[in-house]
């Protein structure tokens, strides 16, 4: 794996791992409220535009990234749209 290979894995996964607190914290509390349903959704949109763009471009960084945080934040939305 080349230089700019690791760094791009080091910055997606301390990006994406920026929101395993809010899916533990939305998991123990069952509280979305504070949760904004439509940052969600254009946050999503986003990364699935960046998912399909580091699929075009074959770079295992931006797609391992991209692919988690959207199950991060598809969790985050399935349990906002169960509680409110």
């Known amino acids: 794996m080349d230089t700019i290979t690791a760094l791009g894995l080091i910055a997606g996964s301390l990006t994406t791992l920026s929101f395993a607190p809010q899916v533990v914290r939305v998991w123990r509390t069952r509280s979305t409220a504070d949760l904004s349903l439509a940052m969600l959704i254009i946050f999503l949109a986003g990364v699935l535009l960046w998912l399909a ?6 770079d295992i960084a931006i797609i391992a990234a991209n692919a988690v945080t959207a199950a991060l934040i598809g969790l985050l939305l399935s349990m906002k749209t169960k509680n409110g």
């Open 53 to 58: 763009y580091g699929m075009v471009k074959g």
